[in-house]
């Protein structure tokens, strides 16, 4: 287990080299000097030379890159260009809290809503339940996060007004009552595309284990149907359900910008998007990072939940 | 190189004509397995409904006689839909229909650029990444690499380093997914060299770049053109967040997601601005991925459902 664990940390070295570096080429190619920008319009030609040699803009490219990701690794990425004095990491960890709590919402949302459906779907196969399950998905994957967002706002809040259209209340600091109120149509707009996607895995991976030999043989012996599907097959469907899982939980924070704008929800996204017109793009570098960094992890921690359940991949 | 299984006394000609009839025949065993299949045909009719609407938009507009940028005047400010002006008009007293229509020429373009773009350049990165080792490794890890940044945040980083225009938004969903062509690229030409007809052109002395280009590349064809499909639909949909998030097509041009965002503000008044951008872009996303099964299930009987 440990040379599997080695095996694949190595691998993914050459991932987060080639990640760190077009993020950080990204934003170095952006048209305009940032030291004229910090320094605004009255800046002479001589105040705006001397910060190029202060911040190291005048070294080669590979230079400027190892400093950045040495800073980058320590925690440092650098300050606001819009906001004056103030820290990137600040900024972008004061936001963190609610695109967080709203990614694990909508997760829950999802996996409540598409294993049970996916599993009904599989063993009712070719049935209305499994009719309706195909529609239900064929829409998650047609419709854009935001639209289903608009769709929902316009039905529960303007149409019904159940619930508040925009706003955000924090789980810790407002109650759980208020938090659910405010965040449910959001991490519905959020949880829909991928609870479509997770219910066809699940579907998927429940009739492969359902039509394998050894369902065939607990049957013979006359093992109770609930027993089947609920203690052979789903445990050996969840190895594709935790991957589907942990997919929906990137997908849900790199959704997030489009959903928090629609609902004005303080968190990383809307702080990027607001970063594009700010020209902030310090910001908009480190929350790219951040993302793809976890991204990177988790599929690392899927990949050693699969290694730990099946000793077969550990060998290959 | 199949003729070897005919009798010699067949001339060329004859054997070509042969050929031709059997291709002929699978084409249209295709064409009818295609059809056999409902949903497929639902998406191809929403494409071409759409691709139709997006090429006439100018004409339909003009015999109504209302176009996607005239104000109407401010006493047509927010009005519902009426027989004039069936999606109603808009906060600044424009007819929502002509807007709509227009933003099918938007989509269908972004769509359709997005898709080609990747699927060249995605296709000859996937072909030659497996001509080296060293090449194969360099691409790939660089394709990990993109991929590994979430699509959506790949796309917004891309557009506020380049700025918003048309032109920008189709750059950067084409670097986007390239990736994902690449790989499928790479891998059915991976499974393409392996084939003996190409050990056999390799016996026979063909250069790499032959093989390459002239026998694994149309092989390699359909996926890519299944992949396309997905590619365009995938592309109406970032198109239509990026620019509802501002950073994609600038107002005042018609683009759905455009719309959308200029909607938001009025939600509790004008629930027709809303609702039909957004019908059209998930209508014209539910057909391309339709369209796109019906293909696949023609390539890959065994794939997907």
Not at chain 1, 268 to 286: C, F, P, W
Not at chain 2, 26 to 42: A, C, D, E, K, P
């Amino acid at each position: 287990m440990k040379k599997y664990i080695l095996k694949r940390i190595f691998t993914l070295l050459p991932t987060v080299f080639v990640v760190s570096v077009v993020v950080f080429l990204l934003v170095h190619l952006t048209p305009g000097d940032p030291a004229a920008m910090m320094l605004g319009d009255d800046a002479t030609m001589e105040d705006i030379a001397a910060l190029h040699t202060k911040l190291g803009l005048d070294d080669p490219l590979y230079i400027q890159y190892f400093r950045w990701i040495g800073r980058c690794l320590q925690g440092d990425f650098g300050t606001s260009t819009a906001v004056i004095g103030q820290k990137v990491s600040d900024m972008v960890f004061s936001h963190f809290r609610p695109t967080l709590t709203l990614a694990v919402y909508s997760q829950l949302i999802t996996i409540l809503l598409a294993i049970p459906t996916g599993i009904l779907a599989a063993r009712k196969r070719g049935r209305i339940a499994d009719f309706i399950a195909s529609i239900f998905s064929l829409l998650g994957i047609s419709l854009p996060s935001f639209m289903m967002g608009l769709g929902l706002v316009l039905l529960a809040a303007v149409h019904f007004r159940w619930l508040p259209a925009a706003g955000y209340k924090d789980l810790f600091a407002d109650g759980l009552l208020p938090f659910l109120r405010y965040m449910t149509l959001p991490a519905l707009s959020l949880g829909f595309i991928h609870a479509a996607y997770m219910m066809r895995m699940t579907k998927a991976s429940m009739l492969e284990v359902l039509g394998s030999d050894y369902i065939k043989m607990a049957r013979s012996k006359g093992v109770k149907e609930r027993s089947i599907v609920g203690k052979h097959a789903f445990r050996n469907a969840l190895l594709t359900i935790i991957t589907v899982v942990g997919q929906g939980f990137i997908s849900a924070l790199a959704g997030a910008a489009v959903v928090e704008k629609l609902f004005t929800i303080p968190g990383i996204g809307t702080l990027m998007v607001d970063s594009i017109e700010k020209r902030d793009y310090q910001v908009i570098q480190a929350i790219t990072l951040l993302i793809a960094m976890l991204n990177v992890v988790i599929n690392l921690v899927i990949d050693l939940i699969y290694g730990l359940c099946d000793p077969r991949i550990r060998l290959d | 190189m199949q003729g070897h299984s005919s009798s010699p006394s067949m001339s060329r000609d004859a054997l070509r004509q042969v050929r031709r009839e059997l291709i002929r025949e699978q084409r249209m065993v295709n064409i009818r397995r295609f059809l056999h299949n409902g949903l497929s045909v639902v998406g191809l009719v929403i494409v071409l409904l759409m691709l139709l609407t997006a090429l006439f938009a100018p004409l339909i507009t003009g015999a109504l006689g209302v176009d996607p940028y005239t104000s109407l005047g401010r006493e047509m400010r927010l009005q519902p839909p009426s027989a004039a002006h069936p999606f109603g008009t808009d906060n600044v007293n424009r007819d929502v229909f002509a807007r709509v229509l227009y933003g099918a020429r938007i989509s269908m373009t972004v769509g359709f650029l997005v898709g080609l773009l990747s699927a060249l350049i995605g296709a000859t990165v996937g072909l030659y990444a497996t001509v080296n080792p060293i090449l194969d490794n360099i691409l790939m890890r660089i394709c990990d690499g993109l991929k590994a940044i979430p699509n959506i945040l790949l796309a917004i980083t891309l557009m506020a380093v380049l700025g918003a225009n048309m032109q920008n938004v189709i750059i950067s969903l084409t670097i986007v997914s390239i990736p994902g062509v690449a790989r499928i690229a790479r891998s059915q030409a991976l499974l393409v060299r392996e084939q003996t007809y190409v050990e056999a052109m390799r016996a026979a002395g063909a250069s790499r770049f032959r093989i390459l280009w002239r026998h694994v590349m149309p092989n390699i064809l359909s996926p890519i053109i299944v992949q396309m499909t997905f590619t365009f639909a995938t592309a109406i949909i970032s198109e239509a967040s990026l620019s509802f998030l501002g950073a994609g097509i600038p107002i005042p041009a018609p683009s759905w997601g455009g719309m959308l965002k200029e909607a938001r503000s009025y939600i509790y008044n004008g629930w027709w601005l809303v609702v039909f951008p957004a019908i059209f872009t998930a209508l014209s996303v539910l057909g391309f991925n339709l369209f796109g099964d019906g293909l696949r299930d023609l390539i890959d009987p065994l794939s997907g459902r």
